[in-house]
């Protein structure tokens, strides 16, 4: 795993090179074509004759394009790079240097890491990687973001294969679950823009901005700023790099694992002039519990070195893993996102229908792998159901799978519109914080209303189990949890107190 790895990507018409931005762009910011071409004032059909290459963009669209879609810059130099080709060479902007905001302030010496801190840990399923860098700006300008890169192999050295495999199983935005924060203690969130979206790279910009407002770093200002991702092992490769690709002052490394994997870890050093040699100082090994920890640390390392730490496993990590991992652990490496993510609390955002069919059909995709990946780690008695935004998908779309085989309920656009005044309560679980189990009292009998995709608004009844699952899911896609239906004086036992796994629910 590395932030570093640079592509050759092959040859691409100017043309099909601005197609394929667009096409990117929309769907990064999953919007429908219909939802884009309101948001850039233009009609549905133009959108999609440009996007099918059967009109040619013009300068307004690419630029329309680039704000609705917050692409920074990257649609409008497809385009510029296309008129180009073209032979039609586009007038001269107002000012020699392009905007600060499009400028990547990394390739003009404007930056010093202070320290640049990596943390990786591993919890038999998943690997979590945390970075934290200071940062000085040493330029004259202020500096608006900064960009990263998160790319993987699974088999270093064998790119057949590992191209085969990210080819057919692409590294999503979604098990992903990139988070940014800027200043000590993660004072304030930052938001990204995509910049690459690649089957195994992923290419950000960090925006000093949220939305509470803009902290720029200025001239001779220094912050830290951190991130944190999670790649699944298997797409992970049992390898971690660090390149020096700005003036450092120190580097540091720690990987933390499992102890009863019985890890081995060493640790290569290369740069442009010279082959790999092992590091000149040992990495420091200590166990914490029930982990092992590798830690290694550098002063000034020259520009364009090359770190790179390796590891093998005595014993086989499922095995391990399925003994010890919590069951939110193991949620989580299945790409549940857990209770503490904010957007679980935040009600989904709808879907347009019939427009935004073809978004409802791609995220019904979603939830039934997710519902797949989740039912082969844990036997459901009583049903389960799974909720868009519990995937990191922010719409209103949710699958039920009732017990004893019956049919799966997808629903797009739910909510309750009558409840029956008959009530009881059973004990919940939760994919998002599956380590308990509560007491919620729910309506034995509710009216929902949803939409099916060619937009027809429908009421379904649903009772007793089935109609509680439904209610969770809908609570879901609601920003609630099931928590906030309990008494106040009742509280969540811990799953290894509860006698009711597996069987179904009683009335």
Known sequence: MTEDQDLAPGLVLPHDAFVEEFRRWRDVRALSKTALAEAMGYSRSYVSKVESGHERASREFAKAADIALGAGGALRRAWRGYEQARGHQPPHPRTPTPPEYLVDPTQHGSLLVEHDHAELHYDGHTYRATMRRKLFNNGA??????????????????????????????????????HA????????????????????????????????????LYPGESTWIEYTYAVGDDKWGNW???????????????????????????????????????????????????????????????????????????????????????????????GVIQHDEPLLRRPARPFTLPEDAEDAKRVVSELQAATARVARAHVFGKGMGIAANQIGIDRAAAMICPPAGADVITLFNPRVIESSDEVDEQYEGCLSFFDVRGMVPRPLSVHVEHQDLDGTRRITIFNQGVARLVQHEVDHLHGRFYTDRMAPDVHPIPVELYRGVGADWKY
């Open 141 to 178: 300008d202020p500096i608006t973001r900064y960009l990263i890169r998160i790319s993987v192999d699974r088999f270093p050295g064998r790119p057949d294969q590992s191209n085969r495999l990210y080819r057919d199983q692409p590294l999503t935005w979604e098990e992903i679950d990139l």
């Open 181 to 216: 924060w800027w200043g000590e203690d993660r004072a304030e969130p930052m938001q990204f823009v995509p910049q690459h979206d690649r089957d195994a790279v992923k290419e950000v910009w960090l925006l000093f901005a949220n939305d509470s407002g803009h902290f720029p």
């Open 240 to 334: 971690f790099q660090r390149a020096v690709r700005l003036p450092t002052k120190r580097l540091s490394i720690r990987l933390d694992f499992p102890a009863e994997l019985g890890p081995s870890v060493w640790g290569l050093h290369t740069s442009m002039t010279a082959d790999s040699m092992p590091f000149r100082t040992a990495i420091s090994d200590q166990h914490e519990g029930d982990r092992r920890i590798y830690s290694w640390a550098t002063e000034d390392p020259p520009m364009n070195a090359r770190y790179r730490l390796e590891w093998h496993f005595r014993r086989r990590p499922a095995e391990a893993a399925t003994r010890q991992a919590k069951p939110s652990e193991t949620m989580r490496s299945l």
